[in-house]
């Protein structure tokens, strides 16, 4: 699983080199038919909102595994973008300690 963020690069990145294809609003996905309902959804194309694309990037390894070899080949650095979101998300915000006072009422 990798970050959304670096997810939705990667989608942007990859419809910019023209690895995948931006239509109408969507992107043009490639879907093998349904192993429970074939006749409804069959084999061919499909054009997924994009927010669905990152989501199954983000989530599902088989997607990095098509699109890596790709980017890499037309020069995009995966590995170093891995990094830099690794490292920009691991970063932890300081703990803020605000002084407060308490007061003992008495009823």
């Given at each position: 699983m990798i970050p959304l963020l670096f997810a939705?690069?990667?989608?942007e990145t990859a419809i910019g080199l023209g690895i995948?294809?931006?239509?109408n609003g969507g992107v043009l996905i490639?879907?093998?038919?349904?192993?429970i309902d074939?006749?409804?959804f069959p084999e061919?194309?499909?054009?997924?909102d994009k927010d669905t694309v990152v989501f199954s990037i983000a989530n599902e390894e088989e997607a990095i595994l098509e699109l890596k070899p790709a980017l890499v080949?037309?020069?995009y650095q995966f590995s170093e973008r891995q990094k830099f979101w690794e490292n920009f998300l691991d970063t932890?915000?300081?703990i803020l300690r605000?002084?407060?006072?308490?007061?003992?009422?008495v009823c």
């Open positions: 939705r690069e990667i989608l995948l294809e931006e239509y490639y879907r093998v038919a349904s192993d074939p006749e409804d061919g194309w499909y054009i997924d080949e037309k020069g932890k915000a300081p605000i002084p407060a006072t308490y007061e003992q009422r």
